[in-house]
């Protein structure tokens, strides 16, 4: 029997690249996608999850367990705490996409350079490669570098060119002042083909996050 995964997401930004990757990583696995853009609205309007966010994710991962699905993916970065919470009540395994890539992170080196374009990101992604350094038993130190606009421009036009263009000179600076970035956010995927220019390694969340995804449902 073929195995199903759900991916609940804040917005439509990583879908294609999240199908994508899931297509060549997991054939033959069912992708249901769970969409409710009003989350991340609210996250942004309040720099952080409202009860109302808690809420409506519950049921959405209460809906992904109801479909049968073998694992959750959790999309959004500004949510992952949300997403952790839900572990205690939901029988499905959930994965945070960003997980993997602070665990990788924390392994390459001590001065993490962490970047976003949203300000609502950067607290839990922070969080996040904490805990992956208390997990590693490793002391390292996470800069925070911010964009600020690229991710409405991301949003609210879908030019993808020009929020590359907003952010690379950040991820240039963070890079020359750190030994390796973390790009918090999925949507910066779309800078890929800029970074064989940046001469220390960055890391995007997407692929490493459905690589884990694989081996959680390989275990399931």
Known sequence: MSKSIAIIQTSTISTADLTRLCNEILP????????DSSLLDEVVANNHPTSGVYSRMFQYYKNAQDLGVDAILNQCSSVSEVAEYMKQFIDVPIVKVDEAMARKAVSMADKIALVATA????????????????EAGKDVKITEYLSAGAMQVLLATGDKQKHNEMIIDTV???????DVVVLAQGSMLALEPMLSTIDKPVLTSPKLGVEYLKEVLDRA
């Open 28 to 35: 033959g696995v069912k992708i249901y996608h769970i969409i």
């Open 119 to 134: 300000p609502s990101t950067l607290a839990p992604s922070h969080r996040l490669l904490d805990s992956a350094a208390a």
């Open 172 to 178: 240039r600076q963070a890079a020359a002042e750190n």
